[in-house]
């Protein structure tokens, strides 16, 4: 059975993905495998932060693995938060740092979005994959719209104000079934699965 290091410390993220091709991987993550050093995630993209992770820790541990960034990209914002979507309030010397980090993030992007009529944006998502020495990159994206407001308790992140097109429920204001189906990190990990299933047989 092959091996696959997830760069993750969630043990449920990489059974799921391990549930769907278990008959040829065996996935772990970062703990299982004994790796508490901190992932280093400082390049200026998406795709360069997928890959520079899933590269350190092959480099490291001599193993294939593979790595996933997320961002939401704000059209009127220049595709900002993008890249910075998970540290967005703590660019600036803003008081707001104080309160929990995703209502900061939100309050910010609320407020630079306050005078703006174009609020279209999307989430996105790059895995890299590093199998037998080679890279892949594989990326889900769901377009939407920033609501003026939050509506919803579930989720995480900028959720509560990302309305899905074709949707009338916020990410936050459905069950996290429905929105594994459709979601950008789900849309990516469907490609990696599939990816997988076919590498070994093609």
């Known amino acids: 059975m092959q091996e696959l290091v997830f760069a993750t410390h ?42 520079q992770k899933a590269w350190y820790i092959h480099d490291r541990l001599g193993k294939d693995c593979f790595a996933d960034d997320t961002g939401l990209e704000v059209d009127c914002l220049n595709g900002a938060p993008g890249v910075f979507s998970a540290r967005y309030a703590a660019l600036t010397h803003d008081k707001e740092i104080d309160e929990p980090v995703s209502e900061a993030n939100i309050r910010k992007l609320l407020r630079q979005m306050y005078q703006e009529t174009n609020r279209k944006a999307r989430f996105r998502t790059i895995i890299a994959l590093i199998l037998d020495g080679k890279e892949y990159t594989f990326e889900g994206i769901v377009e939407g719209e920033i609501l003026r407001g939050k ?22 204001e459905m069950s996290l079934k429905e929105k594994n189906l459709i979601s950008h990190r789900a849309l990516a990990v469907s490609k990696l699965v599939t990816f997988l299933k076919n590498y070994r047989s093609g």
């Open 151 to 172: 509506r919803g308790s579930d989720g995480f992140g900028y959720d509560p104000v990302f309305l899905p097109t074709g949707y009338t429920d916020t990410f936050a």
């Open 10 to 51: 969630n043990k449920h993220k990489a059974r799921e993905i391990e549930a769907i091709v278990s008959s040829e991987y065996r996935i772990y993550t970062l703990d299982e495998v004994d790796f508490q050093e901190p992932v280093p995630e400082n390049e200026n993209s998406l795709e360069g932060n997928a890959s």
